[in-house]
C-alpha cells in the first residue's frame, strides 16, 4: 500500500475544551489525573485520526508533565499536534492549560507526546500513514527531536538495542 500524500501539521490540529466537575475530581477537589489522561488520549487520537483519515490505536504515552493542580469549576483546553509521521505509526504533543470559566488565571498545566498505530478499517493490520510537513520553528523543532523520543521509546520497549539508537548517539556522544 502506497504512502499517502503528506500533510500540513495545521490540517489536524485539534482543541478541545472540558469542564472539570465534581465527578472528574479526587477528596482534595482537583481533578483525577486518570481524567487528564483520558481527555488526552482522546484529543490526541481525534488528532491522529484527522491526520491519517484511518482508524487509530494508542500505542504508546511518554513523557507526561504533570503540572499545576486543576479544580473542579475550572475549563481544561487541550491542544494536539501531529508532530513527525513514521511507516504506519505518529507521534502527537498535547498540551493542556486550565483557567477559570471566564478565561481567568490562564495556566499551561500539562503536556505529553502519544504515539497512535493508523489501521486499515476492514482487516485491522497497520498502514502508512501521510508524512508531515513541519512549516514554524517550533514544528520544525518537534519534528526533528521526534527521531530520538522514538529510539528511546523503542529502547526502553526492549525492540532496538541501544547501539542502534543513531538519533540518541548523537545527543549523549
Known amino acids: 500500500m ?3 500524500a503528506p500533510k500540513k501539521i495545521e490540517e489536524s ?3 478541545m475544551s472540558e469542564l472539570v466537575m465534581p465527578n472528574d475530581t479526587n477528596p482534595q477537589n482537583n481533578l483525577m489525573g486518570g481524567n487528564m489522561l483520558r481527555w488526552m488520549d482522546i484529543a490526541c487520537a481525534i488528532c491522529a ?6 482508524p487509530v490505536v494508542t500505542a504508546s504515552v511518554d513523557n507526561v508533565a504533570f503540572g499545576s493542580p486543576i479544580r473542579n469549576g475550572e475549563v481544561v ?3 494536539a499536534t501531529v508532530t513527525r509521521a513514521f511507516n504506519t505509526s505518529l507521534e502527537v504533543y498535547v498540551q493542556a492549560t486550565a483557567a477559570t470559566m471566564q478565561g481567568m488565571n490562564p495556566r499551561r498545566t500539562h503536556h505529553a507526546y502519544f504515539t497512535f498505530v493508523a489501521l486499515d478499517k476492514d482487516n485491522g493490520s497497520p498502514v502508512p500513514v ?6 514554524s520553528e517550533i514544528e520544525e523543532q518537534r519534528f526533528e527531536a ?3 523520543r522514538r529510539e528511546l521509546r523503542l529502547v526502553l520497549a ?3 538495542k541501544p547501539a542502534n ?3 540518541l548517539k548523537e545527543l549523549f556522544g
Open 2 to 4: 502506497s504512502r499517502p
Open 13 to 15: 490540529r485539534t482543541i
Open 49 to 54: 485520526g484527522k491526520h491519517c483519515a484511518k
Open 77 to 79: 483546553t487541550l491542544e
Open 130 to 135: 501521510p508524512e508531515v510537513v513541519p512549516l
Open 146 to 148: 521526534a527521531l530520538r
Open 158 to 160: 526492549g525492540r532496538m
Open 165 to 167: 539508537a543513531a538519533n
